[in-house]
């Protein structure tokens, strides 16, 4: 991997650990405080794990009070702070600076209040995105975004990068799901933005740090709205004879009206993957499979259901089975959400890309995948939000063979240039951090990313939360950014990631 | 209006000395030059929304009326894109000719203002942020805005945002200029979310007995899997004679009885699930012994176009002031408000629309006190000629005016794009 450059660091900081370890210590418990080598190990990098490094110190407040008081103090004598959730993201968003304090909020782990007549739950947000959904779900309600982290990553997290989920062309995501946001700016003022009411009037500062990757304040409380579970959800798996098929299916479903829960789409070289790997019973003979989730009440989610059919077989599906039963709609989705750890077994490595394009482009997307494929001799398998346009191909390749690691990093980086070509962008749910930072200018021209670092600016002057995220700090596009994965030993092998 | 100073391009300017930019270059430049001789400008589209927020403290006026039509139109995608001042009415006919809408339910409000329609652009409902009765289920119009281009008080042309959903490249600067009132960017370019028109839909209408009971059908009715798409409550406010005499001539319909209280709301769909869903729901309301109406699709439709007009403030010559507040709070609301003020609720009981007697502009501070209480805010649409804005348009506190103006200063920091507009100050 190649190195990838941070922001300079402050000798003069270093220097003063043992000063600025007392200091904090003494703006939270003693214990919250961890400064020596094996305390710090854990925090030394998030999901993008090929990239590590020790914070100066870690410190994990208990409340608003102490997170402001922390961040006065470290903006009174010029220390950086990165902020971590649940340290489940992708893009590096989270990646210690070495002098930097990393702030975690892994203590901010309470529900504080469920609010069924207004449909909302305030929590802290170190709470997990499943976590809200267990607090309501015995009443029949639950919280809509759903990313494929969601056992482990957290909310506050979630807001940080407007994650997404597999339903969220229906339901939106982080940001169409949120009421109300509490956050600390860098200079310890703690301020709130919206509530448990509708579309705060004035400038829309909750949509503003929604997806603003930790870089504008630090996220101590939010109000989720939560929706009623519907009443039924059925699922349909359609395989096709060819990508052009499958893909002009998915279209029309979507141009006919019919606005699915989720719609997932892999190619061929997953569909087997995933088949070899987890036994899914996965039509092998397809070329794309197609699946279709479909919710509401018991007679809308049949007629609906009726129509994905019709489309279906229009466009030659080569098979299609509906689920009659939770267990099989469940059984529907157990492949697909074996995908990652199924490349994993293919390969010593994989890299997790993430780019959007529109729904009508995957065919050309893919074929020009196969082509890149070919050129760089490595096996790629592609999955695909086809709700929301969400592309993950994944590389497969060695990445004890330095060759390959420069070929595979060339490959993904011609992928996300492929999707802005196409009209998408380079990332759908993972958010940039450091990962996919130098290819920012692939989408944004100087105005555009100098209009950005003015807002920063505007709310942390001395540039102090999270730098060297997001924003490029060579000013080059470089040839980076994915999710590298060796002998599928993902940082939390636990969590699906589809 | 005069300009009061010389601006060396060619832009077109009216006799009332109005600057047409005719596109997205010529905004640049001519903003450009009003930062370089610190000129604001107040900016419009088609004047179909400036009578809301202050009057902007600006020795020019910039109107964007001619960056307008259609650039982009995908409908198995999902979106539109569009020149932002392209009217709203050209923009919902072809969506409509792909059995298509923009889901927000745009209110117009060309009824309250000179009692004819008069939607405007989609810029202009960007930069306000007012969705429709459909505001609950689907969202506002900064849920439904994919990315913009505009000015900036610079006149740099910047951009943000895309034509996907799922993005999350860069701050999600979409979300703040919805709402914004012009005060950050001229917009030239949007591109808007769009979706599938349902079948059909029917309106239910209840006839509750007391104050008490609205809030527990709006509860039981937010907390339902038969969901519906539109809940209001209108109040019989018998002691105030014009107002019901305007209530029975906007509401009137066959199967609808205006003279007294009632809760309506919307259930949309295909027939069949339609049918399925008033039938679970009167079963979840225990409506079965209640006397209760149902709206066919021709008066369901007319019937929610006349919400969304506020038709039953037509041309009010009072107050009009907007209050979002969490609907748990809404029942001590109406209590206030019965046979005071003038008003009715939407959104399932998060919004009202409250009309204030011209002479009763004390109430405004009160009301908006009673919103910042309930967890909400207030905004006075429309003003008497009276207002002699004493009590601010908007609802703000010190904090979030301390950001705004950060936020403004990092987009205009010569305040030249629709100064003093929101805030003082911004």
């Known amino acids: 991997m190649s190195e990838i450059a941070l922001p300079k660091i402050d000798s003069s900081i270093l220097n003063r650990k043992s000063e600025i370890v007392k200091k904090l210590s003494s703006l939270t418990n003693i214990e919250n405080v961890l400064s020596e080598a094996d305390e710090l190990r854990p925090y030394e990098t998030d999901a993008l794990s090929v990239y590590t490094q020790t914070p100066l110190a870690v410190v994990l407040p208990e409340n608003t009070e102490e997170v402001s008081k922390i961040l006065k103090y470290c903006h009174s004598e010029n220390i950086k702070v990165v902020p971590r959730g649940a340290g489940t993201g992708l893009s590096g968003g989270a990646l210690p600076l070495q002098d930097a304090i990393l702030l975690g909020l892994g203590k901010f782990n309470k529900i504080l209040e469920i609010d069924y007549e207004n449909k909302c739950v305030v929590t802290q947000p170190g709470v997990t995105n499943l976590g809200i959904t267990h607090a309501v779900q015995h009443k029949g309600f639950y919280y809509a975004p759903d990313p494929s982290s969601q056992l482990a990553c957290s909310i506050g997290g979630n807001v940080a990068e407007n994650s997404g989920g597999v339903h969220s062309l229906k339901y939106g995501t982080t940001t169409n799901n949120i009421l109300g946001v509490q956050m600390v700016m860098m200079d310890g003022t703690i301020c709130r933005f919206g509530g448990k009411s509708f579309d705060q009037e004035g400038y829309d500062l909750m949509g503003l740090i929604c997806g603003s990757e930790g870089l504008l304040g630090v996220v101590t409380e939010v109000t989720v709205k939560i929706l009623r579970t519907p009443e039924v959800v059925r699922a349909a798996l359609i395989g096709f004879p060819s990508i052009k098929e499958g893909g002009d299916a998915a279209s029309e479903i979507i141009s006919s009206g019919i606005v699915p829960a989720g719609m997932e789409i892999m190619d061929k070289a997953l569909i087997e993957a995933t088949d070899n790997f987890s036994k899914a019973g996965y039509p092998r003979d397809a070329e794309l499979l197609l699946i279709v989730e479909l919710d509401g009440t018991v007679s809308e989610v049949n007629e609906l259901i009726k129509k994905v059919e019709a489309i279906c077989k229009k466009n030659n599906c080569s098979s299609l089975k509906l689920s009659n039963s939770e267990k099989e709609r469940l059984s529907f989705w157990a492949g697909r959400k074996a995908a990652f750890p199924a490349c994993g077994a293919m390969a010593p490595d994989y890299y997790c890309m993430d780019g959007s394009i529109p729904r009508g482009k995957l065919a050309e997307a893919l074929l020009e995948i196969k082509k890149l494929s070919e050129k760089y001799e490595l096996p790629v398998a592609n999955c695909f939000h086809a709700g929301d346009g969400n592309l993950h191909p994944l590389i497969m390749f060695d990445g004890n063979d330095k060759e390959q690691l420069r070929k595979t990093e060339e490959f993904g980086s011609e992928i996300l240039k492929t999707c802005v070509r196409l009209g998408g962008v380079i990332t759908g749910e993972h958010g940039v951090g450091i990962e996919k930072r130098e290819l920012m200018c692939e989408m944004f021209n100087d105005n555009d990313i100098q209009q950005q670092l003015s807002i920063k600016k505007s709310l942390d002057e001395k540039n102090l939360l999270n730098p060297g995220k997001v924003y490029p700090i060579l000013r080059k596009c470089a040839e980076e950014g994915r999710v590298h994965v060796h002998k599928n030993k993902d940082k939390f092998p636990d969590l699906p990631r589809f | ?261 009632f809760i309506a709301f919307r259930v949309e769909g295909d027939k069949i699930s339609i049918e399925e869903k008033i039938n679970n729901l009167k079963k979840e309301l225990e409506l079965n012994n209640s006397e209760i109406s149902i709206l066919d699709v021709y008066q369901s439709e007319p019937f929610w176009k006349k919400v969304n007009n506020l038709e039953i403030f037509e041309k009010t010559e009072h107050n009009l002031l907007r209050m979002v507040i969490p609907p748990a709070n809404g029942s001590k609301l109406c209590k206030h408000l019965e046979n005071n003020h003038n008003y009715f609720v939407d959104w399932c009981g998060s919004l009202f629309w409250i009309e204030v007697n011209n002479k009763k502009e004390e109430k405004i501070k009160d009301l908006k006190k009673m919103a910042k209480d309930f967890g909400g805010y207030l905004t006075v649409i429309k003003t008497s000629s009276e207002y002699d804005y004493g009590e601010a348009i908007f609802t703000v506190d010190k904090v979030r005016l301390m950001i705004s103006e950060k936020v403004k200063q990092s987009f205009d920091p010569k305040r030249i794009l629709n100064p003093g507009k929101m805030y003082r100050g911004v």
């Open chain 2, 1 to 261: 209006m005069s300009t009061k100073i010389k601006i060396n391009s060619q832009i077109f300017q009216d006799s009332n000395n109005i600057y047409y930019p005719k596109d997205e270059s010529e905004v640049s430049d001519l903003i450009r030059e009003l930062y370089k001789q610190d000129s604001p400008t107040e900016i419009i589209g088609n004047n179909s929304k400036s009578f809301i927020g202050n009057k902007t403290q600006s020795a020019n006026t910039t109107s964007l009326s001619k960056i307008s039509g259609i650039i982009d139109y995908r409908p198995e995608e999902l979106y539109i894109k569009v020149k932002a001042c392209t009217p709203i009415n050209e923009i919902e006919k072809v969506l409509s000719e792909n059995n298509q809408e923009l889901a927000f339910e745009p209110i117009d409000f060309g009824y309250i203002k000179e009692g004819k329609s008069n939607k405007g652009t989609v810029a202009g409902y960007l930069s306000c942020n007012y969705a429709g009765s459909r505001r609950f289920k689907v969202g506002s119009v900064r849920d439904h805005v994919l990315g913009f281009k505009g000015v900036n008080g610079k006149g740099d042309i910047i951009k943000s945002g895309g034509t996907v959903v799922k993005n999350v490249t860069g701050y999600d600067l979409s979300k703040l200029i919805a709402g914004s009132f012009g005060t950050l960017v001229a917009l030239t370019e949007i591109t808007l979310k769009v979706l599938p028109k349902k079948d059909s839909s029917k309106t239910v209408i209840i006839y509750p007995s007391n104050l008490e009971q609205i809030y527990d059908f709006f509860n039981k009715l937010s907390s339902s899997s038969s969901e519906i798409s539109g809940a209001v409550f209108v109040p019989e406010q018998s002691k105030d004679k014009d107002f019901v005499a305007k209530k029975n001539s906007v509401f009137k319909f066959n199967d609808l009885k205006s003279n007294i209280s």
